[in-house]
């Protein structure tokens, strides 16, 4: 059996800006209030990347990131990915 270790998440979607936010509506500590998530484009994207980009890769952008926060910026170039 292989092992898996989840050592970061990110969400991004509709109410849920980031993972503390989803996280507490989760757990019934706050409400759910229905919001746009952010527009911004990702910060890795190149100018050309973040002009093109659709909503739907967007949001998968900013999530990952989310994700990788906590690590050090050299560790997303090897690390596998879902």
Known sequence: MTQVVVRGIGVCATGWTT???????????????????????????????????????????????EALAAWPSHAASSMATV
Not at 20 to 42: I, K, N, V
Not at 48 to 64: D, H, K, M, P, V
């Open 19 to 65: 993972w503390s936010a989803a996280r507490a509506t989760l757990r019934g500590e706050t409400d759910y209030a229905p919001a746009m998530p952010s527009r911004d484009a990702p910060a890795g994207l190149a100018t050309t990347e973040r002009r093109r980009i659709n909503i739907l890769s967007r949001l998968a952008c900013l999530a990952a990131a």
